[in-house]
Every structure is written in structure tokens, then in C-alpha cells.
């Protein structure tokens, strides 16, 4: 089998791991930092805080920034649900921007227009939550531009996204936001086993951050509201959550980041055998800004209204012959939960007729061109 997504995992990935196991810490050591310090370094942002998962970050994020039961987040209908669920674990409520039918990320056009609507009925949204989708990232100055006119403060979900360019300036760099948030889940494009990690230019937001991953605990003696203590001393000074990563996840981490920018090259190497192989079939293929560098973390392709065969035709067939393709996303507001909130279909145009019609297929730095052949050579059959 052939599966849309995959961890690749050196030698030095594995010894970097064994290493910590041999160490005396497997938890708060000297590896998380390190990758937090890397990390930061690439994307050029000053502060980094490493996580457990994206999840936990979106959630943090949203705190940080003062999220609460009576304010708005908004993002957008075409992300996995953590990018909406992050809102209602504050009690906050949510409201999506539908998407740009070229890019699949919000559309800043629809962005104004909500906005001057929003604006006008006193819901304006605290945050807004703009999805990198696929590793392409957002028309960020848009999006940033608005964001200061009206407000609203801007995390950015680059869980595709690392090693991502918005016009030269690297994905994460916080340029245009306050955050960003970045996943390392096995499919994604560097992986530390589950993990996440925040970005952010601003010192104070990094110090919440980094309280709110750990119960709200500072060490810090400078913070102490109770002075000339003893060397065990630590304060709770709000509440926080146990959001930690591990020494394993983060050597691995660490050791995943040398190959960053060769993984995102090799990529875009797969993506350009696909469009060249994929040209004279019925497939919609990705499109591109031509102010975005993407870290190409899915090849999405929609089929095209003159295919023989319809979307989940074509998708079961692929799976039946070992092409594990995948459908990436369901819009959020079509999920049950949801719906029960009030949303209902056709509520987002763009972000369903897309899903109507998306499939991804494998892609990841270890794919070979003999099987990525295998999976064009498919398509072929199916669809000329």
C-alpha cells in the first residue's frame, strides 16, 4: 500500500532518540529548548514554545491572546476541527470565512465583506484563525492589513506550512499575526512522534505561553510574588494545563529539522512529476500564488466535471489497488457538532463544492518514483 502520508525517519533521527533515553532526562531536559532555539531560528521569529501537540497549541494560543466566552474566532471551513475547536475550549463562539476557489485558503475578499458586515451587527471577532492549507500559505498582508484596521488579533495554523514562504519571508515569522502554530504529526512535513510548537515576536505572549503549558507554573525567580525562598520553590500564578513535549519528541525534532529544507525540496520535485503526469486528465490540480512558496504538505486535486467517474468512484477504486488516497477536509461546519450549533450546508459554497470534489493523493518526502509512477499509471486507467 501507498499511503497519502508518511514520517521519514533516519538512522540519525533514531540515535538522536536512543541518545535521550540514555540520558538523565526524558522530560524538561536540554532537548526541548534546543528545539525550540532551532526552530525560531529558521522561521526567524525571537520566541518559540514547544508543545505536546498542534491542538494544544491552538488552545493556548487562543488564551494567551484572551479569548473568552464572549468574544468570536473565525477561520476558515476548509481545516482538520482543531482550528475551530480551539475557540469553544475558551467558551467562545465560532463563525467561518469561506475560501478562495484557487488557493483553498481564505479569501481575503470575503474576509472584507464579512468584516464590514460583522461590524455593523457588533460581532466583529476577536481572533481570526487563518489555515495554511496544504503548506500553501495565506495571502497574509491582506489578511494582516485587515486584522489591524478592525482589531482583531491573528493566529496563523501553519500546521502544513513549515518551511513555507509568503513572499520571502518564512512561514512563521509572525510578520502579519501575533502567533503562528505549527504540527508535527507523523503525515506532516517534519515530524517529533505528536508535537507542536508556537511562535510568536512578542516577549510577554511567549512568557504566557510558556506558563500555560505547564500548570501555569513559573520558576522564574524575578516573577515571584513571595520573595527569599528556598531552591524548591515554584509558583502557580494562574491556571494552566500539562501541554509539555518530551525530550524524545523534541531530539527527534531537532534531528527532523536538518532535513527540513531538503524534504520541502523534494516535494516540490513529486508535486512537478505529478502536474507534468496528471496534465491531460480531468483533475484540477493545485494552484499556486505566485507570492507563496508552499511546503507542499498534500497534493490535492479535485476531479473535474467532465470525469467518467465521480469523486468517491475514483477514490474507492485507487484504495481497491493499494493507492491509499485520503479526502482532505470535510468543511467543519458540515460536522455533526456543528451543525446542532446552527450552521447548515451552503452556508460556505467554496469550501464544499470543493470538498465535493477533492481527493489527496500520496505525498512525502520518502515517496519514490516508482511508486508516485504507480499512482499516476492508476489515474491514468481510471480517468483517460
Partial sequence: MIPYGRQTISEADIEAVVRVLRSEYLTQGPQVPAFEEAVAKYVGAPHAVAVNSATSALHMACLALGLGSEDWLWTSPNSFVASANCALYCGAQVDFVDIDRMTLNICPEALASKLVNAKKTGKLPKILVPVHFAGQS??????????????????????HAIGGLWQNGRVGACQHSEITVFSFHPVKIITTAEGGMLTTRDAHIAERLADLRSHGITRDVSRFKRQDQGAWYYEQQGLGFNYRMTELQAALGVSQMCELDRFVTRRHELVARYDRGLADLPLIKPCQHPDSYSAFHLYVVQVADQSPIKRRELFDALRRVGVMVNVHYIPIHLQPHYLHMGFKAGDFPNAETYYNRAISLPLYAGLTESDQDYVIARLKELLG
Fill in 138 to 159: 495565506c495571502e497574509m498582508e491582506a489578511i494582516g492589513a485587515l486584522a489591524r484596521q478592525y482589531g482583531i488579533k491573528v493566529i496563523e495554523d501553519a500546521s
